[in-house]
């Protein structure tokens, strides 16, 4: 049965195909299209995706092979190196770049995806190899929306991503969230999600946090689940909206848009 850390970098392969399979084929014109991410074109995505996949390779190798990790310095380096690419040099790079990440995880024995821990720089401490796969699919795949939707308005969040990273999605909410949109406000939500099913309670306050399915709800929001992971990073804008997205309550759904200002 496959483990979660087998599950990730399945899902990150999936991904890199899917995204290789469009970005091989742009033209210049296509790279300096606006992205789904706010104020950057998209050959500025791939630029962020192929240097966060130097870095990661980087805080990879440095685990397999026992030696201290990437520091601010090189990462400052790799970003540096990156913005003065072209848009061409940016795509190109990127499916490199991404090439040798999703090789290297997949190289990784059964007795290294369970064992292995990796320091990624911004955590208290090393987390395994599952953590710091779905850190890289949590990015991945959200900036993967935001070149596809550059040419398609229905594009979606992978399935296999959205099914990886619903679960996770609470721990973001602080650093997605902006409370201080709501003025003073406060409501729990329902949360009802479906494709998968998920139920939550939404506590909008202060604090933004998922909680246990509260019993007398203030609202509710029903959307499929990969719209919800969506909204809580900021990619759900009026355009981009499916059917089936609905809010009740004292909360309408441009609230929530402004709330969750994304990355």
């Not at 201290?68 to 990156?82: A, C, E, K």
């Not at 072209?86 to 090439?99: K, Q, T, V």
């Not at 990886?164 to 003025?183: C, F, K, N, V, Y």
């Not at 689940?225 to 089936?244: C, K």
Request: proline share 6%; glycine share 8%.
């Amino acid at each position: 049965m496959p483990t979660p850390a087998d599950q990730i970098i399945t899902a990150l392969r999936a991904g890199h195909e899917e995204l290789t399979a469009l970005v091989r084929d742009l033209k210049e014109d296509d790279l300096l299209r606006p992205s789904g991410a706010s104020e950057w074109q998209v050959s500025q995505v791939l630029s962020h995706l192929g240097s966060g996949a130097e870095i990661n390779l980087a805080s990879l190798d440095a685990a397999r092979t026992g030696t201290p990790g990437p520091d601010g310095d090189f990462n400052r380096g790799v970003w540096q190196r990156w913005d003065a690419m072209s848009p061409a040099e940016h795509a190109a790079g990127f499916l490199a770049a991404n090439e040798r990440l999703v090789e290297a995880y997949e190289a990784l024995d059964t007795e290294t995806r369970a064992s292995l821990r990796i320091d990624l720089g911004f955590l208290p401490e090393p987390v395994d190899v599952a953590t710091a796969g779905r850190f890289r699919l949590s990015e991945f795949a959200l900036h993967q929306w935001d070149v596809e939707v550059a040419f398609n308005p229905f594009a979606a969040v992978t399935p296999e991503a959205v099914t990886l990273l619903l679960d996770q999605i609470g721990g973001m909410l602080a650093w997605t969230g902006r409370p201080q949109e709501l003025a003073g406000r406060e409501a729990t939500l329902l949360l009802r999600l479906h494709a998968p099913e998920r139920t939550y309670g939404l506590r909008l306050g202060e604090r933004i946090e998922l909680t246990d399915a509260p019993e007398q709800p203030d609202g509710e929001l029903t959307a499929p689940a990969e719209a919800w992971l969506r909204l809580a990073t900021g990619r759900l804008g009026a355009q981009y909206t499916p059917d089936g997205v609905r809010a009740t309550g004292p909360v309408s759904l441009d609230d929530l848009r402004r709330v969750f200002a994304g990355f």
